[in-house]
């Protein structure tokens, strides 16, 4: 089993700063990536920014210059800088990672129970 944990959600005013970070546990043999996507009430999920093990991050455009992602693959962490928040920014943010289980597992994407992100003007 594996488990994702986020902290650090909460209500902000534009122009704030807020900074979510992620944790994953459990049986984890190599985490190949982690990342953040965020979900309004009645759109999809969408990528917000994610890193693959040993490469740049990657980012939407519309968080670009604001959020930052960084991780550490020796922890299990991933976080999200999010600064110069915007009221567009709210929603439920998720944590995700790609993981194998175990050497002779299948890569399997994993999900936190979200965080919600709420931004006032």
């Known amino acids: 089993q594996v488990q994702l944990a986020e902290s650090g959600g909460g209500s902000v005013q534009a122009g704030g700063s807020l900074r979510l970070s992620c944790v994953a546990s459990?049986?984890?043999?190599?985490?190949?990536?982690m990342g953040w996507y965020r979900q309004v009430p009645g759109k999809g999920r969408e990528l917000v920014a994610h890193?693959?093990?040993?490469?740049?991050?990657n980012y939407a455009d519309s968080v670009k210059g604001r959020f930052t992602i960084s991780s550490d693959y020796a922890k299990n962490t991933v976080t999200l800088q999010m600064d110069s928040l915007k009221s567009e920014d709210t929603a439920v943010y998720y944590c995700?990672?790609?993981?194998?289980?175990?050497?002779?597992?299948?890569?399997?994407?994993?999900w936190g129970p979200g965080t919600q992100v709420t931004v006032s003007s």
């Open positions: 459990g049986d984890i043999f190599r985490i190949n990536a």
């Open positions: 890193i693959l093990r040993g490469l740049s991050p």
């Open positions: 995700n990672a790609l993981i194998k289980a175990g050497p002779w597992s299948s890569l399997a994407n994993y």
